[in-house]
């Protein structure tokens, strides 16, 4: 019962997470940007994240990620015979939503792709579901960049919840790690279009194979598909330790003598 | 005189959500693209929102949208007696915003159409004030998006007001709630123009057939004018019961043993 | 020294508040849309007067708005005999923007003029400063929308800080009146650029007067520069009393037996 | 030790404020307008300086600002002997963050200059990583433009952290004061790109003249580089001096007397 407890809480989260953001991009794609641009999927994404978390509830991005799943397993945070649970209820989440989208756009993707579901070309519709690495990219490119957009998505959620240091206000901070994910969109999204999630990409990949895709889906790319389960998940590790890194340096100096005289001082300019 | 008050409360709210949903979708249109995007109108409609709910205070939603007082009803929390007073204050509310937006952009209206006002063409400008479904649509799937797009928004508003899981802080809601609207628009809005409502939907729809459109826009889109005032009611009890089947396993096992005692232990990467 | 403390508020109050206005306004024209399109504008007032009344404090929009000032005067919350002050800092504040702005963009106002200061032609700028009504514009209408998007202003305002009813959180009053200026901006600004405020439009408009696009910048419009002054003043009265007649009926019934029963209620679907 | 802790506060905070700061621009460039637009821009900076407060923590825009940095100590805020420190820090934050985002798009950037780096023409790309003035620009009006907007930035700190007169609610500045130098983007950024900052902008352009771009980036814009350091440095203390002369005049009258008795009366319309 525990177990089916986290699954489900896991699932609705990513559920309602992956339909925000995987319809974002069907309304821009299959709209031809008369619906949308870019900025919106940016936007749809961050939303889709906020509302996941206020759904997931608990440790922010930890039910929605399986990268930060297993982060909190390496660290201790969570038995091991846990992950199993959470991982099972992301993928559900994800899958189910990904068959919801399919469902909403099931005209449109008629009318856009003559029936004709392709990976890549000038109808290519599969990047509404998953990930693809744009055509410029190598492929130790774009494993970098799943990597650094990770890392940094850890860096932001752990300084947004970091109460003892500068943290934001509680009850904002789904809001706050939605305006990280928008951020990361905007910025780091070009190159793979922002996996940062096992979670978010291969259940949806899984589920276009079924649906009318075929193995394209696992081939393009350079087998571009097993980038996003690695490297989010070395990058959300390495936003960890450089986070420990940078606070551990920073609580060495007892605060009445070092840095903290000063920042803590009333604001007196 | 407590009906009155209900009425007029509604009618306020509505009229609010409604002045500045529709107001955004004209400028648009009639703005031909120099004032604004389609992004401009899920921010009005999203702002709408937002303001309607700190207008018609109390539960988000019940007072701004037929299908959620028609749940409440339904689940109990509403005598059914009450609901004609609410729904008649909503109808009122959004059939005055049109007629105000009508008068708002009277000049550019007449300017924009030659004072031809038509539901479909070039200068078609109906869509400014109710729902049309896309042409590609079939009347399934136009049922199925309002469906799908207002069980997201009720699964939205539960887990914003959430206070025993994670909902947002106090005070912001009515803001989390704008940004749900928006999250719908840039992701559900391409289909069917996300009514989501049905007296967001139905008044201004009454309005324009009385104010030179015809009865145009009752017969088109396949009859299209039922399908928000049902669509949307069924999407909302399918939000609720969604909601209520994860959060009750959810509350199966006890804090002390079960998922909580991760997600509740301190944050402690 | 009281007056100067009062005009010294309104002055700084209104010169951030118009500085981020206009200066976006002046990005979008003179950058020939590559620099930001319409929703700039739009998101530069918001943020304008969001910053404006944390500058001003107090009543927000009071301080930063003659038409509002005038309201509190009409309904005796503020003696007649301080107008003067809070006036003159504010047009003395938006005076000074205007000129802030106009030096800001001295080589970008040569360039994309090359010298010619107009109010209208293809490389007007005249509206960079105060606003004029788009051509199809009557000057009944323009009137109107002018009354109009302020009557919404003050609703909005009201709403956001009705703490009986459910105003937004305190201390974010200032950014959710950015969010309703963004809505108006949006939806209502259309026809006449939404001055909605006396103070902003009347000592950029004399700023312009002097500064090279001469006497035209009252005569255009039909002589369209006391419009901004007038109908929003008319329109924040109007926005008052409908939210005190809609506000009393809700007052009405006793909280043990009305409408307050269901939304003070638990939140309970 | 302090001084590392200090160095590395300051080193975090702006290392993620500049990643997501250029890496927007890169998109924006590099993706030819298809994956962002200005406002992107505009967006991913005013999230950058966010999330930079939320690491750096302390009084916003001290840790990441080497501009405010030098204020507090001319002020007397902050030893001067600690200046070395923050400075050290900040420009190795930022310097990191600018050959982060080139090892981000080092394929991109390859295939959209052919390998050729240059800071003007078709295909530059200098102004990814630090500012350069608009063609049309002289030399004092891009002075007078960065002091501007430095004393336009430090007024909103200022007044958003203003407890005693109307500040934002805490836990929300950094929220708002993203929004503040979003604000400065859509307004003050066409003319040189708003540095607003020393540390923002030196060290990307060491980086730049080492990785490939060679001399030109200092020489270009008639040797542009030092305005960036002084005149902000220069707005930052006169946007101190603006704030404190008219709060000073604010807080003359005696509180029971002065305008505070309109202000802070209860919200009564």
Redesign the interface.
Known sequence: ??T???L??S??GDF?NI??????V??VV??RQ???????I???FG??V??G???????SG??LNAAITI??CI?G??PWT?LPAYVIGQFLGSFTAAA?VF??????L??YTKGNFTVTGPTATASIFSTYP?P???LP?SF??EF?ATA?LL??I??????K????????Q???TG??V??IG??????TGYAINPSRDLPPRIFTAIAGWGTDVFTAGHHWWWVPLTAPTLGSLAG?F??K??ID?????PPA????T????K???
């Open positions: 019962l525990l089916m407890g986290t489900e809480s699932h609705l309602i339909v925000f953001g995987l319809s974002s069907a309304q299959l709209g008369n619906f949308g641009q870019h900025l919106s940016n936007l749809g939303i889709g906020t509302l978390i206020h759904a997931a509830g608990g440790i930890a039910h982060t909190h660290l945070n969570l846990k919801t469902g909403l756009y099931y005209d449109a008629h009318e744009s410029y990219m190598s490119g970098f960049t650094l940094m860096l932001g752990l300084i947004i919840h970091d109460e240091n500068n943290g934001a206000l509680k009850g904002t789904a809001l706050l305006i990280l928008l951020g905007l910025g780091m999204g070009m190159n960890v450089i986070h890194i940078f340096f920073h609580n060495l100096p003598m070092g840095r903290d000063f920042t803590r001082s604001y007196s300019i």
